[in-house]
């Protein structure tokens, strides 16, 4: 699916122009065409080689998915390689999805998958304030790289509300599921890595066109893109500081578990000790009570009238001596 805005030397404003007007447009130097494409085909991709005479390599970039921002520079325009990000909070996943921007003397042109409704506003803005597009295509550059670096910040508040979560959980000793506060805490790790990889090159990408690296930027244009620089370094500074806040977070955790399992060990051995006294005591009278149990004809102890009595009173004097010795000892 193709949208166009065409605006002619500064003043009228198309919308969808027919792709087979492209070319004579361009060729005035005072319009400016703003092509984007939602999910192209064959018929797209052949319409950028056509029309706006792209490089091979830098179409088949466009037609697949790259792993990291990037900038090329030909010799009529530039390829921007540019990343968004799609969250979606209901089920926490976070993603970047690339967005593909040629830009070159009088025209831009966006090609992403699926939907963008940054894409959409920001048309919508320059269909209702074409004096913006007539700065130059540049600018129009930097109003989608600033709309979606903007929506880069809410996810701030996302993260804070995660690690507040973890830290919570971790203070009020709630690690009996282990295994989904790992989940949760890798997760998060996982997802801060990922932007991390993604906004860095980014960084790189929106540098290079602050300074001016390429004719197809203006003196006006680089200012833009040095507030959006600054915007995109203040997040990648606060997402360096999520990894160490959740690397400390980790810590803590692990820190917690282990003062936990050393508990139970302790609650162990306090138990396993009890147990021994009482075997160790026990053994002795085990040793009476088989001794007088075994089935002699003739034993003399048996044939005493007070030697049950007799039985039971030394056991209970080899009880209570051995429970007075552990007590000497510190064991009981």
């Known amino acids: 699916m193709m949208t166009s805005l065409a605006l002619e030397r500064g003043k009228k404003l198309t919308?969808?122009?027919p792709a087979g007007r492209f070319k004579a447009f361009l060729r005035d130097r005072r319009n400016i065409l703003w092509l984007d494409m939602k999910n192209p085909g064959k018929e797209e991709?052949?319409?950028?080689?056509?029309v706006f005479d792209f490089h091979p390599l830098s179409i088949e970039d466009a037609r697949k998915p790259q792993e990291l921002p990037k900038i090329d520079e030909f010799n009529k325009y530039i390829l921007v390689v540019f990343h968004r990000i799609a969250h979606n909070r209901r089920i926490g996943r976070i993603e970047p999805k690339e967005i593909d921007i040629f830009l070159g003397r009088n025209f831009?042109?966006?090609v992403h998958s699926n939907s963008s409704h940054g894409i959409e506003e920001v048309m919508d803005s320059m269909e209702k304030k074409p004096?913006?597009?007539?700065?130059?295509?540049?600018i129009v550059l930097h109003r989608i790289m600033d709309y979606f670096t903007d929506k880069y910040f809410p996810l701030i508040r996302y993260f804070?509300?995660?690690i507040d979560e973890l830290e919570e959980s971790i203070l009020k000793g709630k690690v009996g599921k282990t295994q989904a506060i790992l989940r949760k805490m890798m997760k998060l790790k996982r997802d801060i890595l990922e932007l991390k990889q993604s906004i860095g090159p980014q960084r790189i990408v929106i540098n290079r066109l602050s300074r001016r690296e390429t004719p197809f930027i203006s003196a006006r244009g680089s200012v833009y893109?040095?507030?959006v620089y600054d915007h995109?370094?203040?997040f990648y500074t606060e997402l360096e500081t999520y990894r160490d806040l959740i690397s400390s977070t980790f810590?803590?955790?692990?820190?917690v578990v282990s003062n936990r399992m050393t508990e139970a060990s302790n609650r162990m051995n306090e138990v396993m000790k009890t147990l021994t006294i009482i075997a160790t005591i026990f053994l002795p009278l085990t040793f009476v009570t088989g001794l007088y149990g075994m089935n002699f004809r003739i034993m003399p102890e048996l044939l005493w009238d007070y030697g049950y009595y007799l039985a039971l009173l030394g056991m209970l004097v080899i009880a209570i001596g051995m429970l007075i010795f552990f007590r000497k000892r510190g064991w009981v």
Do not use: C, T, W
Not at 131 to 138: C, E, V, W
Not at 251 to 255: C, K, N, Q, R
């Open 131 to 138: 004096h913006i597009m007539s700065l130059g295509p540049d």
């Open 45 to 50: 991709f052949d319409l950028l080689a056509n």
């Open 251 to 255: 810590e803590a955790y692990l820190s």
């Open 232 to 234: 995109i370094l203040r």
């Open 160 to 162: 804070d509300e995660k």
């Open 225 to 227: 893109f040095r507030d």
């Open 15 to 17: 919308k969808n122009m």
């Open 108 to 110: 831009i042109v966006s």
